[in-house]
């Protein structure tokens, strides 16, 4: 397939529907190209890049588990054939699965963290060899870190990992002019978050920020644009808690 030449190439992971859907909306707006990176189905992928193609948009779907150095690594390929070299990179993956340390699985372990902190590792180790100069990474972390809510033990030591890896990748990368940042969103009214959830618990985390509701998709996706716009281009190296003022 012939490349298509583009100003702008992002990759969103986990993009096929949430925040990550979102992001990749609000990116397609702000005039980039888009590869919707998707795990398993490709049905709503596939939708959402028609969505977006429809829109006058350049996007495409891309099948891989990030937890996998060669699905990461072909991942790229497949954006910069199809695409473009890459100039962004938003690190929105990710599982959440809350559960007292105590009772939870070597299973559930090694899949909080395959895919949390190898699957960012993964990327970013891609991204550190293939990504434009001036480009733009945006990891996810959360604002679970700093409430230490009971369950939340082994998603919240991902998120950690998250934050050093932002932190120490900034500098890494000097003389490139790429920026690394992460968001840490608070209570987001996605299917991560609301799955398993009783009504009474949901609105008990609305009422926590001071402004009193839920966080949306959008709200996440505006600061990410923020984030890999022009205005944002002495930030680096920092974490931005989005999270309506809750901590």
């Not at 809510?149 to 890896?165: C, D, H, L, R, S």
């Not at 996440?220 to 809750?246: M, Y």
Request: glycine letters at 8%; aromatic letters at 6%; charged letters at 20%.
């Amino acid at each position: 397939m012939n490349t298509i030449k583009n100003a702008q190439v992002a990759i969103v992971t986990g993009a096929s529907r949430g925040i990550g859907a979102a992001v990749a909306q609000r990116l397609a707006k702000d005039g980039f190209a888009v590869a919707v990176n998707y795990a398993s189905s490709s049905t709503e992928a596939d939708a959402l890049v028609a969505e977006l193609t429809a829109a006058g948009t350049k996007a495409i779907a891309v099948k891989a588990d990030v937890s996998k150095a060669d699905d990461v690594r072909r991942m790229f390929e497949t954006t910069e054939q199809q695409l473009g070299k890459v100039d962004v990179l938003i690190n929105n993956a990710g599982v959440l699965k809350t559960v007292p340390l105590a009772d939870t699985s070597d299973a559930l372990y090694d899949q909080t963290f395959d895919i949390n902190v190898r699957g960012t590792f993964n990327t970013l180790r891609e991204a550190a060899a293939r990504m434009n100069n001036g480009g733009r990474i945006v990891n996810f972390s959360s604002t679970t870190l700093a409430l230490n809510m009971p369950g939340y033990a082994i998603y919240n030591g991902t998120k950690a990992a998250v934050e050093a890896f932002t932190h120490v990748f900034a500098k890494e990368l000097r003389g490139r002019n790429i920026t690394v940042n992460a968001v840490a969103p608070g209570p987001i009214a996605t299917s991560l978050f609301l799955d398993g959830k009783t009504e009474e618990q949901i609105q008990t985390f609305a009422k926590m920020p001071p402004l009193q509701r839920l966080g949306q998709p959008d709200d996440i996706a505006s600061v990410v644009s923020f984030l890999v716009g022009p205005d944002a281009g002495w930030v680096n190296g920092q974490i931005l808690r989005a999270n309506g003022g809750v901590a």
